[in-house]
């Protein structure tokens, strides 16, 4: 199935399931890549005669390789077009995985996950902007909507395939499955996804007019005022990531199993979330469906804080955290559409911000520890 820009995928309901798991596919990369390895700490650990906390740092170096490859990738593929960005960072991420199963020590074992984030923010940032590429409008919003269905899902399902791995071999299996999975991707991106960034509208930049360009978004103050949006609620979301294990199980004594279930049920809700957000988007404009997500979320912000104070039973506590996490979903598929309707030529630089504002304000209510659980939990408000 290939995909041409003459005729777009939404009027083809075919082309546009097999573009949602395609575009999501791409962004779940964030996810496989720092969630898929995490059943297998301790074994890594063992292997290369290190501590935890070495081998968590792998994990941080991963992380911080995703945050600077957005700010790169995205004017790149700008300048560039996405096909041929997208196929040299999937590539380069294969080389990445085969460098992580390779490693001799877990130095180099660190530098390789830094390079595998570095490369597979090339799937997140330039899936989005492949997005903006092809919709505007309603459509946009619509279609973001069922991207958010398959982000949502990924940080669930990779440690579950992680851990399926495991089972039929070592953690260096896992870094296999990850190579082989960026193949099969350049080969689906190969066949089937045009260049849709044509090059006329392609920007001719340079080092310091690409940040030039990121100077001029931030100017925008509409623009700018989304990004803050999107950054400022994902920072409230890091606070109930951070927060709730210790409140839930330390305060309330459920077990881990519990709090893995309620943790869950909030996943469910972020993707019930972006999917009325689509069905909604055309009945109402979007800066309505935003504003609605806005106030929701505030209100169950204030009863929460009135429910913590005069110490209510549990239910109590986790009602509102449900409606606040849902509303993630609503706010960042409708706050995404806007930012991103008018940045057309510019849609890469403009993911990019997009993406990398949450890691810089969630970074402030939250604090790494060296906690496996914390970290996972992380990853998935992260991704989401």
């Given at each position: 199935?290939?995909?041409?820009?003459?005729?777009?995928?939404?009027?083809?309901?075919?082309?546009?399931?097999?573009?949602?798991?395609?575009?999501?596919?791409?962004?779940?990369?964030?996810?496989?890549?720092?969630?898929?390895?995490?059943?297998?700490?301790?074994?890594?650990?063992?292997?290369?005669?290190?501590?935890?906390?070495?081998?968590?740092?792998?994990?941080?170096?991963?992380?911080?390789?995703?945050?600077?490859?957005?700010?790169?990738?995205?004017?790149?593929?700008?300048?560039?077009?996405?096909?041929?960005?997208?196929?040299?960072?999937?590539?380069?991420?294969?080389?990445?995985?085969?460098?992580?199963?390779?490693?001799?020590?877990?130095?180099?074992?660190?530098?390789?996950?830094?390079?595998?984030?570095?490369?597979?923010?090339?799937?997140?940032?330039?899936?989005?902007?492949?997005?903006?590429?092809?919709?505007?409008?309603?459509?946009?919003?619509?279609?973001?909507?069922?991207?958010?269905?398959?982000?949502?899902?990924?940080?669930?399902?990779?440690?579950?395939?992680?851990?399926?791995?495991?089972?039929?071999?070592?953690?260096?299996?896992?870094f296999g499955v990850l190579a082989v999975i960026a193949l099969l991707m350049v080969a689906a991106v190969s066949m089937t996804l045009p260049?849709?960034?044509?090059?006329?509208?392609?920007?001719?930049?340079?080092?310091?007019?690409?940040?030039?360009?990121?100077?001029?978004?931030?100017?925008?103050?509409?623009?700018?005022?989304?990004?803050?949006?999107?950054?400022?609620f994902m920072a409230g979301t890091f606070a109930y990531v951070s927060g709730t294990p210790f409140i839930y199980q330390g305060i309330y004594?459920?077990?881990?199993?519990?709090?893995?279930?309620?943790?869950?049920?909030?996943?469910?809700?972020?993707?019930?979330?972006?999917?009325?957000?689509?069905?909604?988007?055309?009945?109402?404009?979007?800066?309505?469906?935003?504003?609605?997500?806005?106030?929701?979320?505030?209100?169950?912000?204030?009863?929460?804080?009135?429910?913590?104070?005069?110490?209510?039973?549990?239910?109590?506590?986790?009602?509102?955290?449900?409606?606040?996490?849902?509303?993630?979903?609503?706010v960042t598929t409708a706050s995404f559409a806007l930012a991103m309707q008018s940045k057309g030529d510019t849609a890469g630089s403009a993911?990019?911000?997009?993406?990398?504002?949450?890691?810089?304000?969630?970074?402030?209510?939250?604090?790494?520890?060296?906690?496996?659980?914390?970290?996972?939990?992380?990853?998935?408000?992260?991704?989401?």
């Amino acid at each position: 199935m290939k995909f041409t820009n003459s005729a777009s995928p939404s009027s083809n309901i075919k082309s546009r399931i097999w573009l949602t798991l395609l575009l999501g596919s791409l962004a779940a990369y964030g996810s496989l890549t720092l969630d898929m390895y995490l059943p297998g700490f301790p074994s890594i650990a063992e292997e290369f005669h290190t501590s935890a906390s070495l081998v968590q740092l792998s994990l941080t170096a991963a992380l911080f390789g995703l945050a600077i490859g957005q700010i790169v990738i995205g004017p790149l593929s700008d300048a560039k077009g996405r096909k041929r960005p997208l196929l040299f960072f999937l590539l380069l991420y294969i080389t990445a995985s085969l460098l992580c199963v390779l490693s001799p020590s877990i130095w180099v074992f660190i530098g390789a996950r830094l390079l595998q984030g570095f490369s597979a923010a090339g799937g997140v940032v330039i899936s989005r902007a492949i997005v903006r590429d092809l919709f505007s409008g309603k459509e946009l919003t619509k279609f973001f909507a069922m991207l958010m269905l398959v982000l949502g899902v990924s940080p669930i399902l990779a440690p579950i395939l992680g851990g399926a791995v495991l089972k039929v071999t070592t953690w260096h299996g896992v870094f296999g499955v990850l190579a082989v999975i960026a193949l099969l991707m350049v080969a689906a991106v190969s066949m089937t996804l045009p260049e849709t960034l044509p090059e006329e509208r392609q920007t001719k930049s340079n080092v310091r007019e690409t940040f030039g360009i990121f100077g001029t978004l931030i100017k925008d103050k509409t623009f700018a005022g989304y990004v803050l949006i999107q950054g400022l609620f994902m920072a409230g979301t890091f606070a109930y990531v951070s927060g709730t294990p210790f409140i839930y199980q330390g305060i309330y004594g459920i077990s881990p199993q519990t709090f893995s279930v309620l943790f869950s049920m909030n996943g469910i809700g972020i993707i019930a979330g972006s999917q009325l957000t689509g069905r909604l988007s055309g009945r109402f404009s979007e800066s309505k469906i935003l504003l609605t997500g806005l106030m929701i979320s505030t209100s169950a912000s204030l009863f929460l804080m009135i429910m913590i104070l005069i110490q209510a039973p549990l239910v109590l506590i986790v009602l509102p955290i449900f409606f606040i996490v849902s509303c993630v979903g609503i706010v960042t598929t409708a706050s995404f559409a806007l930012a991103m309707q008018s940045k057309g030529d510019t849609a890469g630089s403009a993911a990019a911000l997009l993406g990398l504002m949450p890691y810089l304000l969630g970074a402030f209510p939250f604090r790494l520890s060296g906690s496996l659980e914390k970290t996972q939990l992380y990853r998935w408000g992260l991704q989401l």
